[in-house]
C-alpha cells in the first residue's frame, strides 16, 4: 500500500449505517506486512440471500473456484477475505488452503461450509499458511460489530491509498432499505471487473436469484465498463448479500426480478 494518498481519495467519506443481520471484525493476521488488518470476517443472520459475479479468467484463484461452488445454494453466513496472497496460481496447496479456511470459517460460524464465502487478494504464486489466520475466526465471528463498514474497507486493501465505500437508502414498497458496498481495487482494472473484490449487503428481503438478476445486469454497466491497464485478475470477485430484516418493517419480499417495486432499487 502506498504512503501516498490518490488525489481521487474523496476529501469527506460518507456514513455507513448499520444493516440489520450483518456483522463484521477484522485483525492484524501478519499474512504479508505487519500492523495493518488483513484480515475480515463479515457475519450474517440465517436466512440471507447471496449472490455474485467473478473473474472471467480462465486461471480463477482457488477462492473464487469455491464462491462458485457455493453460490447455488444461495445462502450465506459468513464471508472471510485476506489480503497479502491471493490463493491464485497455487494449485494443489492454495486449493487445499481455501478448503482449510472454508472447514475452519465454517466451524466458527455454527454453519454448513455451503454457507461459508471466500475472498483473497494481493501476492498470486505464493501459498498461504491457513494457520496464520484459521485462529482467529471464532473470535471475529464472535465479536463482529454492525458498524465497522470503514473497517472493513481498509482490511480488504492491497495497492489502494484509500478505503472505498458507498451507501445508498431506496424505498421498496413504501419501506426503506438500505444498500452498503464496500471495495478494493487500484490496478490490472480490465477487460471486466477491475481487480476487485467488492461487497454488498442490503436488508432488503429479495430472493437469491432475483439478487443475481440485479447483480449481473448491474455489473455489465458498471464494473465491467472500465480498464486501466488491460489485464484480467484472476480474483475478481463481487458478492451481493441481502439479510431480508426490512421485511419487519414492511418492506415486501421480492421473488420476481420483473416486480415493479424494484424500480428505485435497481436505479
Request: net charge positive; proline share 6%; with cysteine.
Amino acid at each position: 500500500m502506498s504512503a501516498t494518498i490518490s488525489p481521487l481519495a474523496p476529501k469527506k467519506y460518507p456514513k455507513m449505517p448499520v444493516i440489520e443481520g450483518v456483522r463484521i471484525a477484522t485483525a492484524e493476521a501478519g499474512i504479508k506486512y505487519r500492523n495493518r488488518t488483513d484480515l475480515l470476517a463479515m457475519v450474517f443472520d440465517p436466512g440471507t440471500a447471496v449472490a455474485g459475479v467473478f473473474t472471467k479468467s480462465k486461471c480463477p484463484s482457488a477462492p473464487v473456484d469455491y464462491c462458485r461452488q457455493n453460490l447455488s445454494a444461495g445462502k450465506a453466513r459468513v464471508l472471510v477475505v485476506n489480503s497479502g496472497t491471493a490463493k491464485a496460481f497455487t494449485g494443489k496447496k492454495g486449493r487445499a488452503s481455501t478448503a482449510l479456511t472454508g472447514e475452519a470459517a465454517a466451524k466458527a460460524a455454527g454453519c454448513s461450509e455451503s454457507e461459508v464465502f471466500l475472498a483473497s487478494t494481493g501476492v498470486i504464486g505464493e501459498p498461504l499458511d491457513t494457520n496464520k489466520f484459521s485462529h482467529l475466526l471464532a473470535g471475529l465471528v464472535k465479536d463482529g460489530k454492525p458498524d465497522l463498514w470503514t473497517e472493513a474497507a481498509k482490511a480488504i486493501m492491497t495497492t489502494d491509498t484509500y478505503p472505498k465505500v458507498a451507501s445508498q437508502t431506496v424505498k421498496l414498497g413504501d419501506a426503506d432499505v438500505t444498500i452498503n458496498g464496500i471495495a478494493k481495487g487500484a490496478g490490472m482494472i480490465a477487460p471486466d471487473m477491475a481487480t476487485m473484490l467488492s461487497f454488498i449487503a442490503t436488508d432488503a428481503p429479495i430472493a437469491a436469484p432475483v439478487l443475481q438478476d440485479l447483480l449481473s445486469r448491474g455489473t455489465a454497466k458498471t464494473f465491467n465498463a472500465v480498464t486501466v491497464d488491460s489485464d484480467t485478475s484472476t480474483s475478481d470477485t463481487l458478492l451481493f448479500f441481502a439479510t431480508g430484516k426490512a421485511g419487519s418493517r414492511g418492506a415486501p419480499k421480492i421473488s420476481d426480478p420483473k416486480d415493479a417495486r424494484l424500480g428505485a432499487f435497481r436505479r
